[in-house]
């Protein structure tokens, strides 16, 4: 190794009466070191959060939707077989989205109905956490969104009745209808926003609001991260008067304050790496002011401002390497237990997660490192500077 390096980080190692100096500066590590962990560890919590909720939306909601200026779509069967044929796509039907009332147990409520083939909804069944996806295919009956009926009281085999109040073309005008409806299942997608509102019936129990047809074609994608790619593409094959949206266009502003509050905490966070440094730079002062005689013996040999610097500074960096490899590694290993041992418990009924979910993510990870490298590296210019100044004939003129 290069001279500088080797008394760099030989400065590391403390004699007897330099024990306070080498207190400090393991002081600064153990900062450093807390400062990556609880870094790591709030980020990938807030990956994790950011994780769930994504699959948790795509779970229910569209990969693409594809809709028409013109409102119903004609002849869905026929767009349906255009965009089945396109590479990527794993799952393609229509459906009828509109909002009416819901009446059940003498209550009331607004909601959003969704009406779907009974085939095309395979995907559905690991959220129906009672009754089953089968029941669309009985006649008359519906599923519904595990707040809806925990609000309205309802339970499997219960009358409800759905108030549309558009449903149908008289000489009068529009006129309302009311559709009557069992609840053939309890829909929990884990979203509060949509088991609120959620029902979701079969397209025939429609046959009987003219107003209503196909309002939308939902496609499902192998590569969800392709959306914009494979809706670009439909767009231009199907042509006006049809348009596309992704689910990131869908849920823009959920995703946005998700990777707004990441970056705010990121750099809260960061803050506590930044106050450690500063212990870094009282540990290089101290030893600057310690080592004066050496420094002076070797400038004394010819040793350079350049290689004095060099000497304080691979010892302030190697302090922040070792806080940095130590915080990354007990930070990934607290990650790991909280995600396999469920030390963490939340309450379901707000989170809808039992258990609080870790990812940690390596670009994360060499991201914090990196930073915590170089605010120590940045924070070594001063002491170093100051070490470079050292006069050798005021150093030794007492010794």
């Not at 129906?128 to 599923?143: H, I």
């Not at 689910?247 to 959920?254: A, G, H, S, Y």
């Amino acid at each position: 190794m290069r001279i500088e390096t080797t008394i760099g980080l030989r400065y590391l190692k403390s004699k007897r009466k330099e024990a306070f100096i080498a207190f400090t500066t393991w002081i600064a590590v153990s900062g450093i070191a807390i400062g990556v962990m609880a870094l790591i560890v709030v980020i990938s919590v807030m990956t994790g959060f950011q994780e769930e909720i994504k699959t948790r939306i795509l779970g229910i909601n569209p990969h693409i939707l594809i809709s028409s200026v013109e409102g119903n779509i004609k002849k869905p069967e026929q767009i349906v077989d255009m965009i089945k044929s396109e590479e990527g796509i794993t799952h393609v039907f229509p459906f009828t989205q509109f909002q009416a009332i819901i009446q059940g147990k003498g209550k009331q409520s607004g909601v959003i109905v969704k009406a779907v083939n009974l085939e095309d909804v395979d995907f559905m069944k690991s959220f129906v956490k009672s009754g089953n996806v089968e029941a669309l295919g009985e006649n008359g009956k519906a599923l519904v969104g595990s707040e809806l009926s925990r609000r309205l009281g309802l339970f499997l085999g219960d009358d409800l009745y759905l108030m549309v109040p558009y449903a149908d073309v008289s000489p009068s005008g529009v006129i309302p209808d009311v559709v009557p409806l069992k609840v053939g299942g309890i829909v929990e997608t884990g979203i509060y926003d949509v088991d609120d509102v959620l029902v979701i019936m079969s397209l025939k129990d429609l046959k009987r609001l003219s107003l209503y047809g196909v309002t939308g074609i939902e496609v499902r994608l192998k590569d969800t991260y392709k959306a914009n790619e494979v809706r670009d593409r439909l767009v231009k094959k199907l042509g006006v008067p049809f348009f596309g949206r992704t689910w990131v266009e869908m849920n823009r502003n959920l995703f946005s304050a998700l990777k707004l509050e990441k970056i705010a905490m990121f750099i809260i966070l960061a803050l506590i790496i930044l106050v450690a440094s500063f212990n870094i730079i009282s540990s290089l002062v101290m030893t600057v002011i310690e080592k004066k005689k050496d420094i002076a013996i070797l400038k004394s040999f010819g040793a350079k401002k350049r290689s004095i610097m060099k000497i304080f500074i691979v010892e302030g960096l190697a302090i922040g390497i070792i806080g940095a490899l130590f915080g990354s590694f007990f930070g990934y290993t607290l990650c790991e237990i909280i995600r396999r041992y469920r030390i963490v418990s939340l309450p379901q009924d707000i989170y809808y997660i039992t258990n609080l979910p870790v990812k940690v993510s390596l670009p994360d990870v060499i991201l914090v490192s990196s930073i915590t490298i170089l605010i120590c590296l940045l924070s070594t210019i001063y002491p170093s500077y100051k070490a470079s100044r050292v006069d050798p004939a005021e150093a030794l003129r007492y010794e």
